[in-house]
Nanobody, 127 residues
Framework: QVHLVESGGGLVQAGASLRLTCATT????????VGWFRQAPGQEREFVAA????????VYHDSVRGRFTVSRDKAKNTVYLQMNSLNPEDTAVYYC????????????????????WGQGTQVTVSS
C-alpha cells in the first residue's frame, strides 16, 4: 500500500498555471504507474493524464493535451501535473492514483485499475 498526498491546488484566474504534486514516502512508488483524475461538482470523476512506471510514456485526455504535462521524479518519489492555460472548465478536485506494474506496462487510463488514491486537491479557475 502506498499513501499518496496531492498538493499545489488553489484559486487562479483563467490563463494561469499551476503545478500539482503527488508525493509519497515509499520508495516502492518507483514501481508504480501513476494517473491523474479530476471530479467537478455534480460530475463523475474523469481521467486527466497518466504516466508509466519508468516515465517513458504518457497519455492525456483530449481536453488537456497540449496544456497539461505529467512527469515524475523518481529520486523524490513524486509525480507532477503541470497545468498551463487553465480555464474555468478545469475547475475540479484533482486526484492522483497509483498501481504497481511491470516495467513495460503502458500508462493506465482506467480508473478502476488503480489501487492507491490520494485525498485530492482543489483547483478553481475563475473567468
Amino acid at each position: 500500500q502506498v499513501h499518496l498526498v496531492e498538493s499545489g491546488g488553489g484559486l487562479v484566474q483563467a490563463g494561469a498555471s499551476l503545478r500539482l504534486t503527488c508525493a509519497t514516502t515509499r520508495s516502492a512508488f518507483s514501481e508504480h504507474a501513476v494517473g491523474w483524475f479530476r471530479q467537478a461538482p455534480g460530475q463523475e470523476r474523469e481521467f486527466v493524464a497518466a504516466i508509466s512506471r519508468n516515465g517513458g510514456s504518457t497519455v492525456y485526455h483530449d481536453s488537456v493535451r497540449g496544456r497539461f504535462t505529467v512527469s515524475r521524479d523518481k529520486a523524490k518519489n513524486t509525480v507532477y501535473l503541470q497545468m498551463n492555460s487553465l480555464n474555468p472548465e478545469d475547475t475540479a478536485v484533482y486526484y492522483c492514483a497509483s498501481k504497481r506494474t511491470i516495467l513495460t506496462m503502458p500508462p493506465i487510463v482506467e480508473e478502476g485499475s488503480y489501487s492507491n488514491w490520494g485525498q485530492g486537491t482543489q483547483v478553481t479557475v475563475s473567468s
